[in-house]
Structures are given as structure tokens and as C-alpha cells.
């Protein structure tokens, strides 16, 4: 069973997840594998205290890579599943917010 801090296990940094915090309030977390939209969506709510409109999950795919002279497959980053929750637009999680 997992617990409410078991679910996130970090905060997904890029230029597109700061595009849609600030653009479009989603914000972008790695999950567990086993994780669920309704745990994310009550983790998300708990911890951060915001109200959650809606949650997307997906699992990204391990990315694969050629090595040696015989060029044979070999992964170089394991899958993972990540979550885009969107919030409401008046609130913000501050974990995402730079130095004010």
C-alpha cells in the first residue's frame, strides 16, 4: 500500500513543465509506478495544500542506446511514470517557485 509520500518522488524540471506552470498551471511530478490518478490527485492535494482540476498520467519509455563495435541495443534511462496535475489558476505550489 502506498502512503501519501511514497506517490511523488520528485518534481519534473524542464523548459516545457516551467512553460505550463506559468502559462497553464499544470505542474509536473515523477510518480511510482504503481501510482494511480486518484493518489496523485489526494497526495497533490494534501501535501501542497491546492485544489487539483485535473490529473494526466503517462509513462514515459526508457530510452535506448548503441554501444560498441557490434552497435547492440542498450538502455540508457529506465521508463518511469510521471503526472501533469493542473490546479486551480489563483493558486500555485511554491516548491516550483524561484527566489522572489
Given at each position: 500500500?502506498?502512503?501519501?509520500?511514497?506517490v511523488?518522488?520528485?518534481p519534473?524540471?524542464?523548459?516545457?513543465?516551467?512553460?505550463?506552470?506559468?502559462?497553464?498551471?499544470?505542474?509536473?511530478?515523477?510518480?511510482?509506478?504503481?501510482?494511480?490518478?486518484?493518489?496523485?490527485?489526494?497526495?497533490?492535494?494534501?501535501?501542497f495544500?491546492?485544489?487539483?482540476?485535473?490529473?494526466?498520467?503517462?509513462?514515459?519509455?526508457?530510452?535506448?542506446?548503441?554501444?560498441?563495435?557490434?552497435?547492440?541495443?542498450v538502455q540508457?534511462?529506465?521508463?518511469y511514470?510521471?503526472?501533469?496535475?493542473?490546479?486551480?489558476?489563483?493558486?500555485?505550489?511554491?516548491l516550483?517557485e524561484?527566489?522572489?
Amino acid at each position: 500500500m502506498l502512503t501519501l509520500y511514497d506517490v511523488l518522488r520528485r518534481p519534473v524540471e524542464t523548459e516545457k513543465s516551467r512553460y505550463q506552470q506559468t502559462k497553464l498551471h499544470q505542474y509536473v511530478f515523477e510518480v511510482h509506478a504503481d501510482a494511480t490518478k486518484t493518489q496523485v490527485r489526494e497526495a497533490v492535494e494534501t501535501l501542497f495544500d491546492v485544489e487539483v482540476v485535473k490529473v494526466n498520467v503517462l509513462v514515459v519509455p526508457a530510452k535506448l542506446g548503441r554501444r560498441g563495435r557490434t552497435r547492440r541495443v542498450v538502455q540508457r534511462n529506465p521508463e518511469y511514470k510521471k503526472a501533469v496535475v493542473t490546479i486551480r489558476a489563483d493558486q500555485t505550489i511554491d516548491l516550483f517557485e524561484g527566489v522572489k
